[in-house]
T-cell receptor
Framework: DVKVTQSSRYLVKRTGEKVFLECVQDMDHENMFWYRQDPGLGLRLIYFSYDVKMKEKGDIPEGYSVSREKKERFSLILESASTNQTSMYLC???????????????FGPGTRLLVL | DQQVKQNSPSLSVQEGRISILNCDYTNSMFDYFLWYKKYPAEGPTFLISISSIKDKNEDGRFTVFLNKSAKHLSLHIVPSQPGDSAVYFCAASQITGNQFYFGTGTSLTVIP
């Protein structure tokens, strides 16, 4: 069974703080993703990575950075947290494509971040 | 620009009846489509998928229909159960691609 874990389920931070969200997957997947989920906006891609030390910007990368030093771990960093970054953050992983069979993304449980 | 759209933010259905969730996409290069289910405070879980070589895929109570010419897919749940109450996201990708594009979600409530 694929497991994607996120370091915190709930987090409360102050404006201006540096915030680290950690994600670990145990299926040796090449691809890892960070999304945020907001009401009415669905899942929006922040960053993704298809290999160690590789990263690609998603749709809303502003105010965020990422780090992928090991294959199983993908970190999302909020350099200076702001109130508009209050959201549910979801990490996902998937095998690199193309593959002989279709694959899906596997999600972690999410981190609900509140920035005061 | 939103490439995958779910125009109904919410849907209420009586238990035992059919739930139909709809999804439209704009990118004709998409050839692989998925539905995810999400409960509050949990990550989305994969429900069912379909590739563009098919127009229907069935898994128990869940059936996904794909109309490529209309760039439209739908998820049918029959019969609907209270435990199906959740937010449903459709997603699309290219089979050879590594990125998934998600819709905004439809919140389904199944009334006992």
């Amino acid at each position: 069974d694929v497991k994607v874990t996120q370091s915190s389920r709930y987090l409360v931070k102050r404006t201006g703080e540096k915030v680290f969200l950690e994600c670990v997957q145990d299926m040796d997947h090449e691809n890892m993703f960070w999304y945020r989920q907001d009401p009415g906006l669905g899942l929006r891609l922040i960053y993704f990575s298809y290999d160690v030390k590789m990263k690609e910007k998603g749709d809303i990368p502003e105010g965020y950075s990422v780090s992928r030093e090991k294959k199983e771990r993908f970190s999302l960093i909020l350099e200076s947290a702001s109130t508009n970054q209050t959201s549910m953050y979801l990490c996902a992983s998937s095998p690199y494509r193309p593959l002989p069979k279709q694959e899906t993304q596997y999600f972690g449980p999410g981190t609900r971040l509140l920035v005061l | 620009d939103q490439q995958v759209k779910q125009n109904s933010p919410s849907l209420s259905v009586q238990e035992g009846r059919i739930s139909i969730l709809n999804c439209d996409y704009t990118n004709s290069m998409f050839d692989y489509f998925l539905w995810y289910k999400k409960y509050p405070a949990e990550g989305p879980t994969f429900l069912i998928s379909i590739s563009s070589i098919k127009d229907k895929n069935e898994d128990g109570r869940f059936t996904v229909f794909l109309n490529k010419s209309a760039k439209h897919l739908s998820l049918h749940i029959v019969p609907s159960q209270p435990g199906d109450s959740a937010v449903y996201f459709c997603a699309a990708s290219q089979i050879t691609g590594n990125q998934f594009y998600f819709g905004t979600g439809t919140s389904l409530t199944v009334i006992p």
